[in-house]
Structures are given as structure tokens and as C-alpha cells.
């Protein structure tokens, strides 16, 4: 977004494009820790969903030259290469992506064939991201994952050989009954793959899916947090030395090859996200679409588009640019920055605090006590142009966002 | 006056008084069944759902006797309870008679020997009422013997009913009107009320409700409050019927409500002798003792801010209960708040629940405690309620004493004693009033019985036990000061004055509690029990390790500012001692007990 212009969901022409990100619900089952917006035993909606971001894309009101498209899931590879085609099309003719702009498909281990792969070079794609999860059939089995290790290893294989020279592999850790030892093995495999992006999650255990219930009621055990911890510092240990630098609280990345669309989540930049479940931010707003495919669908063809804005004050505008940027490892975040964004005179904010209104000074003047804190509590180093978050920053970023929250 | 008869009902909570109240209404057409609620005198919506008396009501009845005549009926509802007995000496003040409710399943209990004797010291005749004959375990005729044996009253005059069924309550109405006197006064006389109650109103201010001894009592007559010298001019004086109906003129033996602009309830205390201003009585009525309150806590809002609202509410509160006493106090754990004493553990909850469900507060108390005896060493003698007042060198410390009387089947006896020993109590006398049914006397230390005797006795008797407390002096101890610490810091709110010998279990049980409820940190926690400096029991929260959200989902920021949203509502619930964050539920649950 940088200096472009503010205004509203159409943008204006003169601007670079935004990272488009497109969503395909489908999935052949849901994994135990799912809580996202993927659902089994839809299929049948496939042609009509596929219409329905087809119409999406149409009408979506945005800059060409977008600098990345990432189509993510549920299993975009469970839908047919020829929809795909299809949808990539429709968002090269609205878009326009840059020629360098990354182009990335997530697939599944058990659902990607070499045909499929060769298909998706293509159609565009040229970055592929899989979610191998772990090389232990028997974690994968205690996530509800319908590979095995073995397809894991071979759809990296054969995106290899297909000739994706971009790829990145997911993986998880903290699941219930696996050792530090376990995990690590998962890391050396990765690294021996070779992939240019390794992502590695903590399994969150979310409410309402199966694991939580499994935890709930004891069937399952995680790992204490002592194990976390270790699994956390291992993976970036592992993988620093592995040449892979840790960029984001969860990504590593081989020199220049981080993940383009994801950096524009953390940036703050704009982004369009198009399909059921998708989230937008344009301008300084975001827009959520429905998490059900058929209302989704239903209100594409209604009323031509799906996204429904949330609501945030300045207040809370700046606690989630904060929360995706401080994501960024030994990234400084320089006051100037936020100044630009969020206490230009245009946008002087009146902050109702628990002091009433305030008029803003500037980031620094307003967020003070928030700097103090998380200075004393040796959670980030601050000086007179900007602050960054110490290791145990990043260890503890949901406290710092809270200092953030009580201005 | 002859056709007035003035009385109550006393019985062991449960016995049926509410429901013969009721009854004794419907009998008299007191109430149509439009209005007809259950326990039509207990207005109060804690009262119903409880379906337990606080405080007393009296409504006015009028009954056509089988001899002809027409009668007024003051029936005055008395709570059950035993924290409650200084309402029902007070009741039973305005009355010439009362009725004794027996359970005839459950015979008598602790309670019905508390509240006879009550009736007995003030020399009110004694209806024997046997309540609940149509149950299928009903026996009439053993509770008949408890009567004679353990009160020696003559139960071949007991009546029977069944106040659910309505079975017999006209005979109850017609002893009433046999048995019990009519009020004796002099109506030309200067006027000589008793103040039995008081309560604020917003629209007609401080409402009195008396009884009158002697005189006439008439709107726009200018009264005098002897004891404390306020002189006001009544305005409106009614009877309750249940609802209130305005008279313009009372005699004595009839118990009414007036106003008269009164603003402060200070004016109006209760026990006190309203007589006129120009002609008053010589001789004034000697009162009430003032209540005095057992058991002691601290209570805290537990949103800062809204201690004024707090501090409004107890006022008010006060206005209509003036046994529970409060005074500020600030502690730095729980921020401003009051210390306050009440009549026992019960009149401590419904304050409380009161103060929540009335005034929309969410309170926390701190520990009850009770009131203490301190000997300095110069022979100087301080009372303390609150255990952070101990001073640090005195020469010994004394704790009030009960003596409590225990009805219980005699097959939980074994269970009693030692839960009696465990709560260093003293048995004073075992008599079996029935076959099977046994009365035990025992000295306790209050602050044990405070802390959880009565649930306990409760779990070891399956329930069929019942108990009633009083006073009986002060016994020297050997109790210490127990302080909790989180972090090298004492908590104020969690000081505890403790028997020695129990001090070290004691600790340790609060301490490995406040483990459980502390979330871990960013740094370990030390929570510690000590006896002045020396240290009992610890235990440590670890240190958190990490605290971030692993993934955000895709350009979604809903889900983390919700996750965040969580967080920082648990934090808003935290208290903050040096630099831990202690959620309020590890107070709730460590003062709960």
C-alpha cells in the first residue's frame, strides 16, 4: 500500500496491484485439527462455487499488476485442473499479475499426480506449497491426514520433476505424543527434500474440531509446553542452519525466496481475497466473505459480490496492522511507518480511551506505556526511530499485542 | 382490642410456616387467587427461590370465629433461620401468643427448641402446631412425645394440619382466638409503639412499621423516636393485607406502617419507642439488645470502579436489614472496599446475593472471620475482625465460643463427635429425645464453625441433622496469623487468623489451590504460607514459555482479535500483587473454601 492512496474499496488506477488470494472450500476429509473453512462431501457444489468466483473475480474492483495469487484451501487440488484453468484465467484477464509476480497452488500429498502438477506449470502456477504435515505415518494418522509419509515424499518428487523450482512444505508440530526427537526427524527429512520454504506450525488445538474433543476428554495428550518450546527452538535452530532464515514466527526461507503473498498479510499491504471464507483489505478496511459455500454462492448471485466489511476504529486498526507485523522476525517496525499509516494529519485520530478523547501525537506519544512495558519487560529494544521484538518478543507476542491493546 | 390478636409462627426452617402462612391467608380471604403466589409474605425474590424467610412480615387478617365473633388477626412471619434469631426476638415482641410448627415426619429440631425458648423467655403462650399429618411418614403421636418430653408442653392440645392441603388450619385460627390473649393497653393513654421494622422507600422515604402498646396513633400527629430523639410528623399509616391499605387511625394492639418524611433511617431505630410529641409516655419501652454481628468479611467490587455503587448499595441495604454492620477498608489486593459484620454465615450470603441480584454488583469476599479477643501485654484488651489487625506482640488471643445444640439421628452420632473433635469442639451433653433420635450439645470455636462446619456436619448426616448456635463467651486459643505470599509479597486479602495445630494443612491446602488457579507467567511464581517469617508451605507457578499464536489463518485477523479479545478480557479480571497477575477466581475459590 505504502503511499498509494486510501480510498475505499475501488482503488485508484495509478497504484501498484494487490496480492490476490483465492479460496477453494473443498476437501476429500477434514483433518482432525481443522477449523477452517474447508468442507467433505461437497463436490456437488463445485460447478456452481467455480461460477460463482468466476463472477467474483469479474467484478472485483482492483489495480492490474498483481504482485502475487496464491490459491489456497480446503485442497485446491481437489478441484478439477480444467476449473483451475479456468479461475487462473479469469484472474490473469482481471488482475494482470506481473510477469515476476509469484503464483502459488496448495496441494495435498494424496492429491497431486505428476499429470496434475505439469498441468498446474501450465496454467501459471509456479510456486507450489504442500502439506506434508510430518514424515510419521503415525502422526499423520493422529491428525486425521489422509496421506502417508511415502506420498508425502513422492508428490515432492514429482513436483520436482514436473519443474517447480518454487516449493514450499508445511509441517506441524506439538501433535499429541510426539517426542522432540520425533519432530526433529520431520525437520532433517524436510531439509533433506530440499524445498526453498518450510512452514512449521504448532498445532493449535482449535474449539469445535475433533482434536479438541479428544483433548477435552483425554483421549489425546499434547506435549507440555517445556517440549514446545524445545520444538520451536529446534525448528529454528535446524533450519537456520539448514540456510533457511526465519523470516516470520512460523516460515523459514532459503535466501530471497519468502513467501511473496504471505509478506503482504504481514506487511499491511492490500490484499484481495476472492471465494468462500476469504478475507480482503482495501484501502484501510477489511472485508470478510462468508465462510459457507452456499451462501457464499448465493450472494454472489444475488448481489454480485459476498464481502461483508469489519467494523475497527483507528484503535483497532492499528492493533491488527500491529499483530501481522510484528509477526516479521528482526524486522524493525519504524515509527515513521506507522505515522504515515495511522497519524497523518488526514487521519489524526481521537483515541476514546479510558481518558475520553485524545488527540494523537503520534504513534510513539500515544502507545508510550505500551513501549515502556514491553522495553521493561526486555520484550523488545526501542530507540528514538523504532522498536523491534527481542527473541522473547517473539516468544511472547500475544502478551506485547495486549500491552498494544491498553493504550 | 378484644377481637385483636397478635401472633407469629415459629418452626425449624422447612417445617411449613410460609405454607401455613399462605394458608392461614386464603382461609381468611386475604388474598384472591388472582394475586396468589407461593409464600405470599416472602416478598423478596431470594426469599421465594430459597424458600426461606428473611425478613420478617406481618400482614393483618380478618377471621370470623366459630363463636360468632369477628376477629383481627396480626399474623408477624419470623425467618427460620438460624443467623436470623435477633428477627425473631423481635417479632415475637409484638406479639401475645405464638405458634410452635412441628414437622410431623421430622419432629423436632434444633431450631424449634432455639425458637421455643425465645417464645418462653418472653412469656407468650405456646400453640403446639403438628404440621405435615397427611405425608405418608407423618407421626403425629411421636412428635406429640418430643413435645411433652423435650418442652414440656402439654400436646394433648397440639393441633393438627396440614397447611399444604389446608387440612385443619381453620383449628389453628380458632386457637389463636381461645388461646391466645388479647393485647392488654391503654387507648387514652400517651402513645407508646414499638418500632419494629424500618425500610427505605424512594417515593415516601423511611417507612416504620410498629406495634402499638398504648395510646392512639392518627395521621398528621407530630411523634417522638425516644432513644433517638428525632421528632417527625406521620403522614400515611397503613396495615398490610397483605398489600398495604391505608387507616386513619390505630389503637393499641395493632401493628401498622406509617411515614412521616423520614429521610435517614438513623431516625428510626428498631426497638426503639415512638410516643407523641406533646403528651409523651413516661415509660418508654426498654427495647431491643443491638445485634451483634458474628462473622466478618471483606467485600470487594470486583470491577474498581464501581465501589461507589457498592457503597450506595450497602445504605440502602442497611435501610432494611440495620444487623449487618460496614465501614471501608482498602486492601491492595482487591482495591477499596468494606468490611462488614453480620449475624452468621447465612445472613452473610444473602447480603450478599442480594447486593448482586439488587444492585447488579459483582462482589468478592474475602475470608469470613470473627470477631477476636486480643490481650495486650499491659492487660489491654482489643477486639479485631480482621486478621490483618492482629498486632505483632500481645500476650495471648481469645476466640469466641458457641454452644451448639444438634438434632440428629442417633445412627450419625459417631460421624458428629469426630467431626466435633476435629473442629476442637467440646461435648457438653448426649439425650436421646426419641428412640432414635438423639440431642447433643457441644462448645465449638466459632471460627471453625464459620470457616465449614455446618457443611460438614451436613455430609456426615446425609442432611438429617439440624443445628442452632448460641453465643457462650470467649475461650483462650493458641492461634496464629497466616499470610500468603505470592512472589515475597504478602496477599492482604488472604490473611488468616488459624488454629496452630491446624496452621500447617491449612496453608498448604491454599497454597497448592492458588497454584492450580495462577496461569503461568512470563516468570516462575512463588506462593508461599508463612507464620510470621517463617515459611510453611510453597509451591511454584513455572514460567510460561511462550505465548504466540502459531498461525493467522490467510489475510483473516478476525479469529487472532478474537483470541486476543479473550486474553485480554481474562486479564481485566486480574489483580495485580507486584508483579503477578492473580485471576480473580484463585481469590474466589481460595476465600470460598
Redesign the interface.
Known amino acids: 500500500m505504502g503511499d498509494g492512496v486510501m480510498d475505499g474499496k475501488g482503488s485508484s488506477i495509478d497504484k501498484p496491484g494487490a496480492a490476490v ?1 483465492l ?1 477453494v472450500p473443498f476437501c476429500a476429509s477434514k483433518c482432525y485439527y481443522c477449523d ?1 473453512a474447508s468442507y467433505e462431501g461437497q463436490n456437488r457444489l463445485m460447478e456452481p462455487y467455480t461460477n460463482a468466483i468466476l463472477s467474483e473475480i469479474a467484478s472485483a474492483h482492483a489495480a492490474k499488476g498483481a504482485t502475487s495469487v496464491y490459491m ?1 484451501g480446503g485442497t485446491p487440488s481437489m478441484l478439477p485442473a480444467d476449473k483451475i484453468a479456468k479461475i487462473m484465467s479469469a484472474v490473469k484477464e482481471r488482475f494482470a499479475p506481473a510477469p515476476s509476480a509469484e503464483i502459488t497452488i496448495e496441494a495435498n500429498p494424496d492429491s497431486t499426480s505428476r499429470a496434475d502438477l505439469e498441468r498446474y506449470l501450465q496454467i501459471g502456477f509456479n510456486r507450489l506449497s504442500i502439506g506434508v504435515q510430518s514424515f510419521e505415518d503415525s502422526m499423520l494418522e493422529k491428525l486425521g491426514r489422509a496421506h502417508d509419509s511415502k506420498k508425502a515424499t513422492a508428490a515432492f518428487e514429482a513436483a520436482r520433476k514436473a519443474g517447480f523450482k518454487n516449493v514450499s512444505i508445511d509441517l506441524i508440530y506439538g501433535i499429541p505424543g510426539q517426542s522432540v526427537g520425533d519432530y526433529a526427524r520431520d525437520l532433517e527429512a524436510a531439509v533433506l527434500l530440499g524445498p526453498e520454504h518450510i512452514s512449521a ?4 488445538v482449535e474449539e469445535e474440531t475433533p482434536l479438541w474433543d479428544m483433548v477435552e476428554d483425554g483421549r489425546v495428550v499434547l506435549p507440555d ?2 517440549t ?2 524445545t520444538m ?1 527452538e529446534t525448528t529454528i535452530s535446524k533450519l537456520r542452519s539448514a540456510g533457511y532464515g526465519h523470516y516470520e ?2 516460515n523459514f526461507a532459503k535466501p530471497g525466496m519468502e513467501c511473496r503473498h504471505n509478506l503482504a ?1 504481514w506487511l499491511g499491504e492490500e ?1 484481495i ?1 476472492l471465494g468462500s ?5 482495501v484501502g484501510s478496511s ?1 472485508y ?1 466473505n462468508p465462510d459457507d459455500i452456499e451462501d457464499y454462492i448465493y450472494a454472489i448471485d444475488t448481489a454480485g459480490e459476498a464481502g461483508v466489511e ?1 467494523l475497527a476504529d483507528e484503535k ?1 486498526k492499528v ?2 496492522f500491529l ?2 507485523r510484528l ?1 516479521l522476525v528482526d524486522k524493525k517496525l519504524f515509527f515513521k511507518e506507522l505515522n504515515d499509516r495511522f497519524f497523518t494529519p488526514a487521519t489524526r485520530i481521537k483515541y476514546v480511551g479510558e481518558e475520553g478523547l485524545r488527540f494523537s501525537e503520534g504513534f510513539k506519544s500515544v502507545y508510550s506505556k505500551a513501549l515502556e512495558d514491553i522495553a521493561e ?1 526486555k520484550l523488545a529494544i526501542i530507540d528514538d526511530d523504532g522498536f523491534s521484538l527481542t527473541h522473547n518478543g ?6 506485547v ?2 500491552d498494544f ?2 493504550i | 382490642m378484644d377481637n385483636i390478636r397478635n401472633f407469629s409462627i415459629i418452626a425449624h426452617i422447612d417445617h411449613g410456616k410460609s405454607t401455613l402462612a399462605d394458608r392461614i391467608m386464603d382461609v381468611t380471604g386475604a388474598v384472591s387467587q388472582r394475586e396468589k403466589k407461593e409464600q405470599m409474605l416472602d416478598q423478596m425474590d431470594i426469599e421465594r427461590e430459597r424458600g426461606i424467610t428473611i425478613k420478617a412480615q406481618t400482614v393483618r387478617l380478618n377471621f370470623k370465629s366459630k363463636n360468632g365473633r369477628d376477629y383481627i388477626l396480626n399474623l408477624i412471619d419470623t425467618p427460620g433461620h438460624v443467623d436470623f434469631s435477633y428477627e425473631v426476638s423481635r417479632s415475637l415482641k409484638a406479639c401475645e401468643g405464638v405458634l410452635l410448627l412441628v414437622d410431623a415426619s421430622q419432629g423436632i429440631e434444633a431450631q424449634t427448641l432455639a425458637n421455643m425458648h425465645l417464645a418462653t423467655e418472653q412469656k407468650l403462650a405456646v400453640i403446639p402446631v403438628i404440621n405435615k399429618i397427611d405425608l405418608p411418614n407423618a407421626d403425629p403421636e411421636m412428635v406429640r412425645g418430643q413435645i411433652e418430653d423435650v418442652l414440656c408442653i402439654d400436646s394433648s392440645e397440639a393441633v393438627l394440619t396440614s397447611a399444604k392441603s389446608g387440612k385443619g388450619v381453620v383449628d389453628v385460627l380458632e386457637a389463636v382466638v381461645e388461646r391466645i390473649p388479647p393485647p392488654k393497653g391503654d387507648k387514652d393513654a400517651p402513645l407508646k409503639a414499638l418500632v419494629l421494622d424500618s425500610w427505605y422507600d424512594t417515593y415516601r422515604g423511611v417507612v416504620v412499621l410498629a406495634r402499638i402498646f398504648d395510646g392512639t396513633m392518627t395521621p398528621m400527629m407530630k411523634v417522638l423516636f425516644v432513644g433517638t430523639g428525632a421528632e417527625h410528623q406521620v403522614l400515611q399509616m397503613g396495615v398490610f393485607t397483605p398489600s398495604g391499605r391505608e387507616v386513619q387511625s390505630a389503637g393499641p394492639g395493632e401493628v401498622v406502617f406509617f411515614t412521616a418524611s423520614i429521610k435517614t433511617i438513623e431516625d428510626t431505630k428498631i426497638g426503639d419507642t415512638v410516643t407523641g410529641k406533646d403528651n409523651p409516655t413516661k415509660e418508654p419501652l426498654p427495647g431491643f439488645k443491638e445485634a451483634r454481628p458474628m462473622v466478618f468479611c471483606g467485600l470487594y467490587p470486583i470491577e474498581g470502579d464501581n465501589y461507589d455503587a457498592l457503597r450506595e448499595a450497602l445504605a440502602k441495604l442497611h435501610l432494611n436489614d440495620s444487623s449487618f454492620k460496614y465501614e471501608p477498608e482498602t486492601s491492595s489486593a482487591l482495591g477499596f472496599g468494606f468490611r462488614c459484620g453480620f449475624l452468621g454465615l447465612l445472613h452473610m450470603e444473602i447480603i450478599q446475593e442480594r447486593l448482586e441480584r439488587e444492585f447488579n454488583l459483582n462482589l468478592i469476599t474475602t475470608s469470613p472471620t470473627v470477631s477476636y479477643r486480643v490481650v495486650m501485654r499491659g492487660g489491654e484488651v482489643r477486639l479485631i475482625d480482621n486478621p490483618n489487625d492482629l498486632p505483632e506482640q500481645y500476650d495471648f488471643v481469645e476466640e469466641p465460643i458457641i454452644r451448639a445444640t444438634i438434632i440428629t439421628p442417633d445412627e450419625y452420632l459417631g460421624a458428629i463427635y469426630s467431626l466435633i473433635e476435629e473442629k476442637r469442639g467440646v461435648q457438653e451433653k448426649t439425650e436421646y429425645i426419641s428412640p432414635t433420635r438423639v440431642m447433643l450439645v457441644a462448645k465449638l470455636p466459632l471460627n471453625e464453625v464459620v470457616l465449614d462446619f455446618f457443611d460438614k456436619l451436613k455430609s456426615a448426616t446425609k442432611g438429617y441433622a439440624s443445628v442452632d448456635y448460641e453465643e457462650a463467651g470467649y475461650e483462650r486459643a493458641d492461634l496464629v496469623k497466616l499470610d500468603i505470599l505470592v512472589n515475597e509479597e504478602p496477599v492482604d486479602a488472604l490473611g488468616f487468623i488459624v488454629h496452630k495445630e491446624k496452621s500447617y494443612v491449612f496453608g498448604r491446602d491454599i497454597v497448592s489451590k492458588m497454584r492450580e488457579l495462577i496461569p ?1 507467567q ?1 516468570f516462575d511464581v512463588a506462593i508461599q504460607a508463612a507464620i510470621g517469617s517463617k515459611i510453611i508451605a510453597r509451591e511454584t507457578v513455572k514460567a ?15 479469529r ?2 478474537k ?2 479479545e479473550k ?2 478480557e481474562g ?1 481485566k479480571r486480574m489483580k495485580q500483587i507486584g508483579r503477578v497477575e492473580i485471576p480473580q477466581t484463585a481469590f474466589l475459590a481460595v476465600l470460598k473454601k
Do not use: P, W
Open positions: 488470494y479460496h477452517f489456497g506450525y504448532q498445532l493449535t509446553d517445556e514446545m518450546l520451536f514466527v512460523s498479510y490484499f481475497g471464507g476469504a478475507h480482503s483489505f477489511r470478510a469489519i483497532d492493533l491488527d499483530l501481522m509477526r519487560k517473539m516468544l511472547f507476542l500475544d502478551d499485542l495486549l491493546e491498553k | 503461568r512470563m510460561l514459555r511462550k505465548n504466540v499464536t502459531a498461525k493467522c489463518y490467510g489475510g483473516d485477523i478476525t487472532k482479535r483470541l486476543l486474553q485480554k486479564k
